[in-house]
Nanobody, 124 residues
């Protein structure tokens, strides 16, 4: 699976962005898709994930503000980010795998396929 993330940019605090992740090469519908982010000087962290059955998972820091979704017909996953804060500034990566169990969904090591990252910058 090849993943291509896009949609990042510069936005003011309180604004919104929608990230997209297009998958190619294999059947996307059976894959769990996740979003991770890495801020300068920090380790990469889990943001959200959506399983093949559309069950969703979120980091506490983004619950109620971010929404993950998928369109299997388009082989695309999305991360709608609302009420953005300066601390959301990071490079955002999409990831996918077809054999993740629920208890491992938060861990980047569980994902075999990664996109290239897209920069999100939130100004105060």
């Amino acid at each position: 699976v090849q993943l291509q993330a896009s949609g990042g940019g510069l936005v003011q605090a309180g604004g919104s962005l929608r990230l997209s992740c297009v998958a190619s090469g294999r059947t996307f519908r059976s894959y769990t898709m996740g979003w991770f982010r890495q801020a300068p000087g920090k380790e990469r962290e889990f943001v959200a994930a959506i399983r093949w059955n559309s069950n969703t998972f979120y980091a506490e820091s983004v619950k109620g503000r971010f929404t993950i979704s998928r369109d299997n017909a388009k082989n695309t996953g999305y991360l709608q980010m609302n009420s953005l804060k300066p601390e959301d500034t990071a490079v955002y990566y999409c990831a996918a795998d077809d054999s993740i169990i629920v208890s491992s969904i938060l861990y980047e090591a569980s994902y075999d396929y990664w996109g290239q990252g897209t920069q999100v910058t939130v100004s105060s």
